[in-house]
T-cell receptor, first 118, second 114 residues
Framework: GAVVSQHPSRVICKSGTSVKIECRSLDFQATTMFWYRQFPKQSLMLMATSNEGSKATYEQGVEKDKFLINHASLTLSTLTVTSAHPEDSSFYIC??????????????FGPGTRLTVL | AQTVTQSQPEMSVQEAETVTLSCTYDTSENNYYLFWYKQPPSRQMILVIRQEAYKQQNATENRFSVNFQKAAKSFSLKISDSQLGDTAMYFCAFMKTSYDKVIFGPGTSLSVIP
């Protein structure tokens, strides 16, 4: 149980185009979803937190007009990178949070999406 | 603001030996959660072990155990009987409350040598 999927796993796009990445919780409903960015050999940096039906909360320094997050349901969140540029090339990871058992909301991570902007 | 520090960017250990990864954190909270995550070459994040700050007993999961020193704000991970499959990046992480975001440390790259 507690599986999170991401689609696509890899995407290559041209500079100036927009790319949408989907994050789905397959067998549970997620109260909150998180989007992270990871550059090579670096840690995960939180970009934004999203709750179903409300606007995402972006971390300082993250352009909300460039990284559009939509959390339409308790099982789906999408990240759209608008007008992508080569510097947006990175590994994007989502996580879904749910109180399944135990004493806290555990986060379950998706497998990540590698974005390459040419 | 909470911060997580891992002072060992890279470590190596012989197969079957024991290795300890260090982590310190900074917070003014009294109750919180600490985690160790493993990220193998596949890049899938895997939860290794978690510790709730209000619990004094150190968490243990099979070959993985932690040394949680709350006063010192230290949270080290010990891997016993290291296996080749333990080769990965290891991230120490902090979560303030059950509904909060997770803050990751910079990571330690662990190589298990046959």
């Amino acid at each position: 149980g507690a599986v999170v999927s991401q689609h696509p796993s890899r995407v290559i796009c041209k500079s100036g185009t927009s790319v949408k990445i989907e994050c789905r919780s397959l067998d549970f409903q997620a109260t909150t979803m998180f989007w992270y960015r990871q550059f090579p050999k670096q840690s995960l940096m939180l970009m934004a937190t999203s709750n179903e039906g409300s606007k995402a909360t972006y971390e300082q320094g993250v352009e909300k007009d460039k990284f559009l997050i939509n959390h339409a349901s308790l099982t789906l969140s999408t990240l759209t990178v608008t007008s992508a540029h080569p510097e947006d090339s990175s590994f994007y990871i989502c996580s879904a949070s749910a109180f399944l058992a135990g004493s806290y909301n555990e986060q379950f991570f998706g497998p990540g999406t590698r974005l390459t902007v040419l | 603001a909470q911060t997580v520090t891992q002072s060992q960017p890279e470590m190596s250990v012989q197969e079957a030996e024991t290795v300890t990864l260090s982590c310190t954190y900074d917070t003014s909270e009294n109750n919180y959660y600490l985690f160790w995550y493993k990220q193998p070459p596949s890049r899938q994040m895997i939860l290794v072990i978690r510790q709730e700050a209000y619990k004094q007993q150190n968490a243990t999961e099979n070959r993985f155990s932690v040394n949680f020193q709350k006063a010192a704000k230290s949270f080290s991970l010990k891997i016993s009987d290291s296996q080749l499959g333990d080769t990965a990046m290891y991230f120490c992480a902090f979560m303030k409350t059950s509904y909060d975001k997770v803050i990751f440390g910079p990571g330690t790259s662990l190589s298990v040598i046959p």
